[in-house]
């Protein structure tokens, strides 16, 4: 006997992954799921979402844990649509004041990337673009490190990014089917099937 759910949804709070992310919020929904109750049957999810609510103060913890080189006291502020960092960049071992910036936008549906909007160093005073370039491609490293979704166990497309004060929210979507593995105790485990 097969059990077909057209749609289902649910929500977890306070998610830590590993040592990666703490997540303040997570929002499931499932399209299409079938399951077959039997020994060794599987689950089958034709179309999972997933929305990610992101705190700043974990994307600060983010950037404290693993800082880009060349750049020191990084504070992270999530604005309406947009991104701002204050930090000190090291010029010939000088560290110079600065603020950005961005706009978060997901690059090939796996990671996170700034499009960089402004840099200013010192107050109002412009940086060359080559300076600016310089600090984006440190910062975008470091998002593309931690946030790529090409690392998990399932293979997620990440599809909106929506950045509201206080929060970044990121969504994703799978298919995916999960077989039970039976243990040498007996106990059935459910795993991503490969």
Do not use: C, W, Y
């Not at 049957?41 to 179309?47: D, H, L, N, S, Y």
């Not at 600090?135 to 929506?162: E, V, Y």
């Amino acid at each position: 006997m097969e059990i077909k759910i057209r749609t289902a949804q649910g929500t977890a709070q306070d998610i830590e992954i590993g040592d990666l992310i703490t997540l303040s919020e997570l929002r499931l929904a499932a399209k299409d799921v079938e399951i077959t109750p039997e020994p060794g049957g599987p689950v089958r999810i034709g179309e999972a979402t997933a929305t990610a609510v992101i705190t700043e103060a974990t994307l600060n913890r983010i950037l404290a844990r693993h800082p880009p080189e060349g750049l020191r006291d990084l504070e992270i502020k999530t604005l309406s649509g947009r991104i701002g960092i204050e930090g000190k960049k090291l010029f010939t071992g000088i560290p110079i004041p600065f603020t950005l910036l961005a706009v978060p936008e997901i690059e090939g549906g796996a990671r996170l990337r700034l499009n960089v909007q402004q840099v200013h160093v010192l107050g109002p005073i412009p940086l060359p673009h080559v300076a600016v370039q310089g600090i984006a491609n440190l910062l975008n490293d470091t998002l593309a490190r931690n946030f790529d979704a090409t690392r998990l166990p399932i293979p997620i497309r990440l599809t909106k990014l929506t950045v509201e004060t206080g929060r970044l929210l990121l969504s994703g979507t799978a298919s995916v089917e999960i077989r039970p593995r039976v243990t040498a105790g007996g106990q059935e485990i459910r795993q991503p099937a490969d």
